[in-house]
């Protein structure tokens, strides 16, 4: 590839960089789709890191704040989601400890709340279950998924 094609490709990465953020992996997938020799792939990155149209600590606070509040992930899907994007460690951390404890929780009750309320009449036991299957599957804790569930029953038996 000679320094014209890859400038083009550099210049429309950055364009797509600007409108949202992109981590390593996503610039990569993309120079495949468009058929960039390997060799390529190295330069375009390092130059688009040394740019910062790619900062992976910038990527996991969007990340984080986006899933949390628009889709009411729990931690641990998210932090999945970003190891399976390959964001180091520390960025990950460091940006899942930027969530208030009392969004988190909040956001965890309203997602409770929201199940429990489209599960027909049921025994304790199976709504239980299917309350913890489907918190946890949206990437909260199990030990704090059961803690609320155990909570929300409790409240529910009193009244």
């Known amino acids: 590839m000679n320094e014209e094609e890859k400038q083009k490709i550099i210049q429309r990465l950055s364009r797509i960089c600007m409108r949202g953020e992109k981590c390593e992996q996503d610039i990569k997938k993309k120079l495949v789709n468009w058929k960039v020799p390997g060799q390529d792939h190295n330069d375009i990155i390092d130059f688009l890191k040394k740019e910062d149209f790619i900062d992976h600590s910038r990527y996991s606070n969007a990340?984080?704040?986006?899933?949390?509040?628009?889709?009411?992930?729990?931690?641990?899907?998210?932090?999945?989601?970003?190891?399976?994007?390959?964001?180091?460690?520390?960025?990950?951390?460091?940006?899942?400890?930027?969530?208030s404890q009392k969004f988190y929780d909040e956001t965890l009750k309203k997602e409770l709340a929201k199940k429990k309320e489209k599960l027909p009449e049921l025994p304790d036991r199976e709504t239980k279950r299917r309350l913890v299957n489907y918190l946890v599957q949206k990437g909260f804790e199990y030990g704090k998924v059961f803690e609320f569930v155990e909570s929300e029953m409790k409240n529910d038996n009193a009244n």
Do not use: C
């Open 63 to 99: 990340f984080v704040n986006d899933k949390i509040k628009f889709y009411h992930w729990g931690r641990q899907k998210i932090r999945a989601y970003l190891k399976n994007k390959e964001i180091e460690e520390e960025n990950i951390e460091a940006s899942l400890n930027k969530i």
